[in-house]
T-cell receptor, first 113, second 116 residues
Framework: AQSVTQLGSHVSVSEGALVLLRCNYS??????LFWYVQYPNQGLQLLLK??????LVKGINGFEAEFKKSETSFHLTKPSAHMSDAAEYFC???????????FGTGTRLKVLA | DAGVIQSPRHEVTEMGQEVTLRCKPI?????LFWYRQTMMRGLELLIY????????DSGMPEDRFSAKMPNASFSTLKIQPSEPRDSAVYFC??????????????FGEGSRLTVL
């Protein structure tokens, strides 16, 4: 069975500092991996996704994530945090790209001025 | 292009009442999902439709919940009778799927349900 673990339900960073949000997954078949962002009172929006190929994936708003099979991880990073990055971030896995997405419990990012 | 449209955005009702949530997916998408989001359980898949056919309803909590997709541009999620534990944000999402591969999910803004 597939699962997703997001370490840290709340993360605070200073504006301009590195953002690192952690995601580990388990999957019995090659996973499709996603990061979604949710702003208050809105639905989830796709930040980036890994399906196959290059393991370093670039997304919108300067975010990127690296698929590391040996570590079963898909951590999200951004070199320099901006106030507008404050939101909740969800990691998700889909076994083989099927409809059965499993979402993590989310990490709320706070950006300090 | 318009995104996924959900209505109502907010619904407050009393226990025992019927609740109907509505969703209009993105035109051309062939897959539709209903999710429920709560603090305790996070995001849970309730039901998945492909080409208007319910494929997986194993996440529907109980018989009080039902969902329909009469055509490619409309779906409803109904709760009858509603209970306080049904209070949550309900999201509809759509995607363009090909074979077994589900494309990116596009979410609506959600319907926040409060059952008193």
């Amino acid at each position: 069975a597939q699962s997703v673990t997001q370490l840290g339900s709340h993360v605070s960073v200073s504006e301009g500092a590195l953002v690192l949000l952690r995601c580990n997954y388990s999957s019995s078949v090659p996973p499709y991996l996603f990061w979604y962002v949710q702003y208050p009172n809105q639905g989830l929006q796709l930040l980036l996704k890994y399906t196959t190929g290059a393991t370093l994936v670039k997304g919108i708003n300067g975010f990127e994530a690296e698929f590391k099979k040996s570590e079963t991880s898909f951590h999200l990073t951004k070199p320099s945090a901006h106030m507008s990055d404050a939101a909740e971030y969800f990691c998700a896995v889909s076994e083989g790209g099927t409809y059965k997405y499993i979402f993590g419990t989310g990490t709320r990012l706070k950006v300090l001025a | 292009d318009a995104g996924v449209i959900q209505s109502p955005r907010h619904e407050v009702t009393e226990m025992g009442q019927e609740v109907t949530l509505r969703c209009k997916p993105i035109s051309g998408h062939n897959s539709l999902f209903w999710y429920r989001q709560t603090m305790m359980r996070g995001l849970e898949l309730l039901i998945y439709f492909n080409n208007n056919v319910p494929i997986d309803d194993s996440g529907m909590p109980e018989d009080r919940f039902s969902a329909k997709m009469p055509n490619a541009s409309f779906s409803t999620l109904k709760i009858q009778p509603s209970e306080p534990r049904d209070s949550a944000v309900y999201f509809c999402a759509s995607s363009l799927s090909s074979g077994r591969i589900t494309g990116e999910l596009f979410f609506g803004e959600g319907s926040r349900l409060t059952v008193l």
